[in-house]
């Protein structure tokens, strides 16, 4: 366990389903971060929340929907997905101000069909 | 845009052989870091190096950063089967951005 963990480990859903994903961290970091990883593209950055403020929307289609009500908890609400969504969503913690790395959760492995 | 570019994508080495990523990057920096994901898993945390460094070690680690050429490599010493894995570098931009962008990374296959 890296001090980040995510659930569930894997999805499968429908295109007309709503599902949250869920990331708890409770290494004291005050930024969180949701990533997708499809294949053969590099990581692509969806959201930042930095001291529980959204900082950063990358021009992620409004079917994902982020939320963090508190610094150790971020979830990724999910409704109408497409099939291209499927992808293995990762979150990430750190501490800001300081040259500190990020700890990933082990990811969610979503399949929408 | 400062993505990484990890070169070579995929490397295939003999237990014991020494594995050498390279990686270059497009705009200023503040650090540069270097993760490792086993396959369908979360990434790991390796080093990170500042921009004002050139050289860091730890372990069997070791990166070197230019950041004239913008490029960094990281050197794995003395490979284990268990090094297997997809190594990504990612940089962290200058002017308070908090974000890290990941290239896509090398796929280290180590034979035993």
């Known amino acids: 366990e890296t001090g980040v963990t995510q659930t569930p480990r894997h999805l499968v859903m429908g295109m007309t389903n709503k599902k949250s994903l869920k990331c708890e961290q409770h290494l004291g970091h005050n930024a969180m971060y949701w990533y997708k990883q499809s294949a053969k593209k590099p990581l692509e950055l969806m959201f930042v929340?930095?001291?529980?403020?959204?900082?950063e929307n990358n021009s992620v289609p409004s079917r994902f929907s982020p939320e963090c009500p508190n610094s150790s908890h971020l979830f990724l609400h999910l409704h109408t997905l497409q099939p291209e969504d499927s992808a293995l969503y990762l979150c990430a913690s750190s501490q800001l101000s300081g040259d500190y790395g990020y700890t990933f959760g082990s990811g969610t492995r979503l399949t929408v069909v | 845009s400062q993505q990484g570019e990890e070169d070579p994508q995929a490397l295939s080495i003999q237990e014991g052989e020494n594995a050498t990523m390279n990686c270059s990057y497009k705009t200023s920096i503040n650090n540069l870091q270097w993760y490792r994901q086993n396959s369908g898993r979360g990434l790991v945390h390796l080093i990170l190096i500042r921009s004002n460094e050139r050289e860091k070690h730890s372990g069997r680690l070791r990166v070197t950063l230019d950041t004239s050429k913008k490029s960094s490599s990281l050197l794995i010493t003395a490979s284990r089967a268990a090094d297997t894995a997809s190594y990504f570098c990612?940089?962290?931009?200058?002017?308070?951005?908090?974000?890290?962008?990941f290239g896509k990374g090398t796929k280290l296959t180590v034979n035993p």
């Open positions: 929340y930095s001291l529980e403020e959204r900082v």
């Open positions: 990612a940089t962290e931009g200058q002017g308070g951005s908090e974000k890290l962008v």
